[in-house]
């Protein structure tokens, strides 16, 4: 990770590499999402099993896996993944961050987003590309704190909790 690994002032308080024994907790924070929001278009929730497949399969393409940690505890995460399969798509990626629902302006998701574009500066990737289902004014604020412009706006794209709902998308080169 560039820089020191503690991100934020407060030594209690650190933004770290993902580890294996984080997926129990990350599936916690994302699964009130799955089960209470719209934020995310999966329906069902999500196992630390499968939290673990994900985070190697971002490991593996050589990209991270964020987590946010506060006294022990796992806070919120940010990750990059590729944006497509096919090989011209190498250099773009799509990020997600998510924290913990009862933690929200706390500072973490800019905290979490903040590490996360160094660490995609330091490698070589020229586009970072965010989805956010609409509306959610928050998201888009935390989107566009860090210079990231609405490309995209796809009309009901997705079917959740009985309603069809938009998807925007936002972009920056890191």
Do not use: C
Request: hydrophobic share 35%; net charge neutral.
């Amino acid at each position: 990770m560039s820089g020191s690994e503690n991100s934020r002032k407060d030594a209690s308080k650190i933004v770290r590499r993902v580890r294996s024994d984080d997926a129990n907790a990350i599936s916690e924070i994302y699964n009130y999402y799955v089960m209470e929001t719209t934020v995310t278009f999966e329906e069902k929730a999500i196992t630390p099993g499968d939290i673990q497949s994900r985070i190697n399969d971002v490991e593996s393409s050589g990209l991270p896996w964020l987590v946010g940690e506060e006294e022990g505890r796992i806070i919120g995460y940010a990750y990059a993944k590729r944006w497509k399969e096919r090989s011209a798509y190498r250099h773009s990626v799509e990020i997600s961050v998510y924290i913990d629902h009862q933690q929200h302006n706390s500072g973490w998701g800019t905290a979490l987003y903040r590490v996360l574009f160094d660490e995609l500066r330091n490698r070589d990737i020229h586009l970072a590309i965010g989805g956010i289902t609409l509306p959610n004014e928050a998201s888009i604020a935390l989107h566009e704190k860090f210079g990231m412009v609405k490309v995209a706006h796809f009309r009901e794209i997705g079917y959740k909790f009985g309603e069809w709902r938009d998807v925007g998308y936002w972009q920056k080169k890191p």
